[in-house]
T-cell receptor, first 119, second 116 residues
């Protein structure tokens, strides 16, 4: 079974531009979460999408947004890029069969990430 | 909001030495706990998890972790490390809630270097 794929793998942008990153989850997985990884802040949760709806959101400015399509693929967008947005952006997918029921948790599988450099 | 603290930034061990990586979390409710590992050049992958029941959980590659609720700790252990265990290890927590949160809060990570 193919793993989580993220495109592009590397991206260089300049300040003020916007960028769109894509994530294709494992086949059958309906939940996609996004994380930002930087040397200073570590891994930080951005948001999670399930059934095309944002379910959870981390503490990031409104410049960071995302969406999920009916085939569970997800995109995240960062507008008006800043130097501090340079990071590895990770996507994770999960079956999330438990939906909103407590006590049922499905493992999250991470992709290789997209390395974004803002100049 | 929850937070996760990993005590060591970088640990260097010789092969066959025992390993214990500390992890403490801060959260007012019930949590799910995880250890993830990132080998050089590879994806982040799940090492082990705790949801409920026996507080001593076993994961892949001989790793285990013990959940001590009174100490808000979830320390990772391995009795004898190998050179192939060289990697970065992340402790993570997710709230155990009716909302079925999949929001992981990670610690800053601990780099483990194993010397042959």
């Amino acid at each position: 079974k193919a793993g989580v794929t993220q495109t592009p793998r590397y991206l260089i942008k300049t300040r003020g531009q916007q960028v769109t990153l894509s994530c294709s989850p494992i086949s059958g997985h309906r939940s996609v979460s996004w994380y930002q990884q930087t040397p200073g802040q570590g891994l930080q949760f951005l948001f999670e999408y399930f059934s095309e709806t944002q379910r959870n959101k981390g503490n990031f400015p409104g410049r960071f947004s995302g969406r999920q399509f009916s085939n569970s693929r997800s995109e995240m967008n960062v507008s008006t890029l800043e130097l501090g947005d340079s990071a590895l952006y990770l996507c994770a997918s999960s079956l999330r069969t438990g939906g909103h029921r407590a006590g049922v948790y499905n493992e999250q599988f991470f992709g290789p990430g997209t390395r974004l450099t803002v100049l | 909001a929850q937070s996760v603290s990993q005590h060591n930034h970088h640990v260097i061990l010789s092969e066959a030495a025992s390993l214990e990586l500390g992890c403490n979390y801060s959260y007012g409710g019930t949590v799910n706990l995880f250890w993830y590992v990132q080998y050089p050049g590879q994806h982040l992958q799940l090492l082990l998890k705790y949801f409920s029941g026996d507080p001593l959980v076993k994961g892949i590659k001989g790793f285990e972790a013990e959940f001590i609720k009174s100490k808000f700790s979830f320390n990772l252990r391995k009795p004898s490390v190998q050179w192939s265990d060289t990697a970065e290890y992340f402790c993570a927590v997710s709230p155990y809630s009716g909302a079925g949160s999949y929001q992981l809060t990670f610690g800053k990570g601990t780099k483990l270097s194993v010397i042959p």
